[in-house]
């Protein structure tokens, strides 16, 4: 069985996934793929302790802390590929920024591949089910693009405005301005 809460935080109402013991999903109103890892409907249930100390993780963060994510007991469900793709996103450091080019050359040494294709990269991180805490928000284009945030661009400005990043180098399209 699968349980559901949400949670109200300064880019919007999150909504947070439980199996009853590790969080398993959380995703921004509107993101792209809401919910698409859930094999089933969840009950929606406030009182798990998951939920208590993500809320508080989550409390912190957008209070300008940094609590580390091995704080929170995670399970996301999705492929060996996408899993080892979210392993590496646990890596990144607060305010930091990577490139998708430079996930799919970590991804290629750790399978042993000479090469990884960054776009399989961007699939992994695009359908990441814990956004903000598995930080999918940090990955930008090889330009310097910020392109590809499931929960829109303004949003993933914002979590990096949040972590202080330094985005003086970074490409923010306009609205309607193809990438």
């Known amino acids: ?28 109103e509107g993101q792209k793929y809401h919910g698409d890892t859930l094999p089933e409907q969840p009950t929606e249930r406030d009182d798990l302790p998951v939920f208590d100390k993500t809320k508080s993780w989550l409390d912190r963060y957008f209070a300008g802390k940094k609590p580390d994510i ?25 305010g930091k920024i990577t490139t998708y080019g430079e996930l799919a050359k970590q991804i290629a040494a750790k399978s042993g591949k000479e090469t990884m294709s960054a776009q399989a990269v961007g699939g992994a991180v695009g359908h990441n089910p814990i956004s903000i805490i598995i930080p999918c928000h940090r990955v930008v284009g090889s330009n310097g693009n910020l392109t590809g945030y499931a929960g829109g661009i303004a949003t993933k400005v914002k979590l990096l405005e949040f972590e202080g990043a330094d985005m ?8 309607g301005t193809a990438l």
């Open 70 to 94: 091995s704080e929170l007991p995670s399970a996301p469900i999705g492929s060996a590929f996408r899993q080892a793709v979210w392993d590496i996103l646990r890596s990144i450091p607060y």
């Open 1 to 28: 069985m699968y349980y559901s809460t949400t949670y109200n935080s300064p880019i919007g109402k999150l909504t947070l996934a439980s199996d009853g013991e590790s969080l398993i999903g959380l995703w921004i």
């Open 168 to 175: 003086r180098e970074l490409f923010v399209p306009k609205k």
